[in-house]
């Protein structure tokens, strides 16, 4: 019978890891010839509930090879599972004159050669990178939903632990010539960590490498077990309606399906002894929420089903306006409320004039909660009665498609732009744009309506006080 995980003895395992390193990086993908990675420096973040992974990659091209017009970036298909975001840099410059070149960055066709289900992505480079030359690149991507709280249930009093799998070396298509691996925990309470020499710990930091002369593909299994007490905020649904009026306000309402997406709570909930000890019952619960929306608001309200919730605190300034909220209870894992959010805003703010002569509305795309994941968003931009030929600017993908929404006075409905995405951070809170065609005639629609239903009354009115309704007959 062959030996369970808990029976494999340390040596036995190290061996079955370090053949699994080499049976990933036995198989190679076809990236342009020629480049190779000099120096890899990265940086985990697990200090939160969501993971960012910071690459810096000195990239060279042989002198011998073409002029290269692209870098490839690996993702294991867990990563792609839980990617929200990925973006790159060119680093251009030395020390103060340093500057940051953004740049494309998009799946490849390559991905069918990775091995083991491996996922490419292209970093297009805008000026080739010549033969013998080297560049910096910068990488952030941002993963949702990849730490496992471990136990999966826990008590009021109890600390939330979790899992954190990745590997110790950088997985690349290229030879990665020296490399080194941060990971950033946001306690000093690190239960374990997989041990890949040279590793070391100082901390709330552990240390993998510096690693040398490492083959394409290569990959060395790790796993992390911490603390994490973070709020585990998830918004499983969010949906974000904008009204336009073009007699002066943007009016937004935005319904909350928020929930605790850390380890579930188990036993029975004490209110007593989460105010006498609230620094140790309930640590990884949370109570409040802060909602960052654009200066000027007003007319700004907090509801649920029951009706106002009156524990929200707003702070206005020239440059933001910050709302925090608390829920009617404290959320701990596994435990949902619903709420919804509205506020006005001033239209001479966001909405602006083309040189084309169509009208565009802008503005901030993403959630305006911070720290948390929204699984499902969608973004309703209702427009203006008589608006046409719309056309929203996005800067990613999303779903796109129009519907007709009707309002007070409406005719004929208004044109409403829907937008939907899937597992959205904060790094998508980014300008986005609206344009559309509105011929100014339509504001006088409703007003005219409002007249003519007014007039019609005072007509009605006199030619009742002129008619005679009597059956007798007039002397």
Known sequence: MPPSLQTLTNPTLLLLLLLAASAVSSSSLSPEDGIRIVSAEKRIDLAGPIVKVYLTLKVENAPAASDASQVLLALTPTEVQHLAVVKATRVEGKRKKKTYVPLSVEASDLSSTAPNGARLYSVQLGAPLKPGDATTLEVLYVLTHSLEPFPAEISQ??????????????????HVLEQVTYIKMPSNRIESFTRVDPTSRAGTEVKYGTYK??????????????ENNRPFAVVEELVRKVEISHWGNVQIT???KLKHGGARHKGVFSRLEYQSRPSISGASSFKNLLARLPPRVHSVYYRDEIGNISTSHLRIDSHKSELEIEPRYPLFGGWHCTFTIGY????QDFLF????????????????????VVDDLTIKVVLPEGSKNPQPVVPFVTEKHLETSYSYLDVVGRTTVV???KNVVGEHNVPFQVYYEFNPIFMLAEPLMLISAALLFFVACIAYLHMDLSIGKSS
């Open 157 to 174: 009093s109890e600390s939330q632990l979790v899992y954190y799998r990745d590997s110790a070396v950088l997985l690349s298509p290229y």
């Open 353 to 372: 004039e083309s040189d084309d002569g169509r009208r565009y509305i802008n503005l901030t795309f993403g959630c305006p909660l911070l720290d948390t």
């Open 213 to 226: 002369n490492q083959a394409p593909n290569s990959y060395l299994p790790i796993l992390v077990h911490y």
């Open 344 to 347: 006005g805003l001033p239209l």
């Open 419 to 421: 937008l939907k995405k």
């Open 254 to 256: 935005e319904h909350y």
